[in-house]
Structure formats: structure tokens, C-alpha cells
């Protein structure tokens, strides 16, 4: 069984930032790519960012030069560094990451964190 767990959301004035984490655990033989993705109230599901297990970074294109993300395989990590947030920016964000286990190992799955909510306000 696999679970991410993320955290270090919160109330942000706009300008400010936050570093959104996601720790991966379970019986994982390998991960793959890991995103971070948002879902605004009244709106679907978007992605935020996405990084490969090599380090290729993707984002939407309203987050470039604002959120950086990054990982720590050693420690099945995904981040989210989030500068000069906008209220836009408020929603649920939720860590993705494509898993292969130890009792599947030939066999990716995606697998979802709970989320944790940004909110940015004055």
C-alpha cells in the first residue's frame, strides 16, 4: 500500500509565499514522475507542475517564474515552492506521483495525496 502525504498549506497574504510537501511511503520499489495539481472551488482539477525522476521540470503557464518544484528521491519527496502567490492561486493542491511497487514492480500506478488547502487573501 502506497500514501502521500502532503502538507505546509495555509492563509497567505497575496505577494507572500508558501512550500507545499509531499512524502511518499509504503511499499514502494520505484517512482516515476510526481506533480503537484489544484483544484480551484467550482473549477476542475489543473496541473500545477510536474518533475521527472531525472529532474525535468514542467509548469502551467501561469506559475512560471513564481513556483519552483523540485525532489528528494532519498527521501520520496515532491516540493512546491510557491513566491509572489495571487488569489488566483487559492485552491486545494494536491501531490501525484506515478509508483511502481514492490509487489508490482513492472506495473505504474498513479497514486494521490489528500491535498492541502492554499489560500491566499488579505
Known amino acids: 500500500q502506497v500514501q502521500l502525504v502532503e502538507s505546509g498549506g495555509g492563509l497567505v497574504q497575496p505577494g507572500g509565499s508558501l512550500r507545499l510537501s509531499c512524502a511518499a511511503s509504503?511499499?514502494?520499489?520505484?517512482?516515476?514522475?510526481m506533480g503537484w495539481y489544484r483544484q480551484a472551488p467550482g473549477k476542475q482539477r489543473e496541473l500545477v507542475a510536474t518533475?521527472?525522476?531525472?529532474?525535468?521540470?514542467n509548469y502551467k503557464d501561469s506559475v512560471k517564474g513564481r513556483f519552483t518544484i523540485s525532489r528528494d528521491n532519498a527521501k520520496n519527496s515532491v516540493y512546491l515552492q510557491m513566491n509572489s502567490l495571487k488569489p488566483e492561486d487559492t485552491a486545494v493542491y494536491y501531490c501525484?506521483?506515478?509508483?511502481?511497487?514492490?509487489?508490482?514492480?513492472?506495473?505504474?500506478?498513479?497514486?494521490w495525496g489528500k491535498g492541502t488547502l492554499v489560500t491566499v487573501s488579505s
Open positions: 501525484n506521483a506515478n509508483i511502481a511497487t514492490m509487489e508490482a514492480r513492472y506495473i505504474t500506478m498513479g497514486y
Open positions: 509504503g511499499s514502494i520499489f520505484s517512482i516515476y514522475a
Open positions: 518533475i521527472t525522476s531525472g529532474g525535468i521540470t
